[in-house]
Nanobody, 120 residues
Framework: VQLQASGGGLVQAGGSLRLSCATS????????VGWFRQPPGKERESVGV????????YLETSVKGRFTISRFHANNTVYLQMNSLKPEDTAVYYC??????????????WGQGTQVTVSS
């Protein structure tokens, strides 16, 4: 299973970005896909996760109401729509495939990360 995250960039506070996670591999559709982020100088943390069948999503409290996760098996892509961005959302964002979980240890496959910078 391979994952490639893209869509990061520089945006002003209050703006929006949509990150994409392209998945590939024969069994990629059978995994949940999680989004994680690592702010500068901090540990990597969970953002949210979408189930393998796309019916269930979970978002951390810090982003709930601002971010949404969607998944489309037709193009093997998971999206993280980020609205009302704040400077504290600045981080490298990663997508990963594994169990429906927020624990990093439950994810076996990781993408390379994409930088999101929110200016104040």
């Amino acid at each position: 299973v391979q994952l490639q995250a893209s869509g990061g960039g520089l945006v002003q506070a209050g703006g929006s970005l949509r990150l994409s996670c392209a998945t590939s591999g024969r069994t990629s559709s059978s995994y949940a896909v999680g989004w994680f982020r690592q702010p500068p100088g901090k540990e990597r943390e969970s953002v949210g996760v979408v189930s393998s069948n796309a019916y269930s999503t979970y978002l951390e409290t810090s982003v709930k109401g601002r971010f949404t996760i969607s998944r489309f098996h037709a193009n093997n892509t998971v999206y993280l729509q980020m609205n009302s961005l704040k400077p504290e959302d600045t981080a490298v964002y990663y997508c990963a495939a594994g169990k429906y979980s927020v624990r990093q240890d439950d994810f076996d496959y990781w993408g390379q990360g994409t930088q999101v910078t929110v200016s104040s």
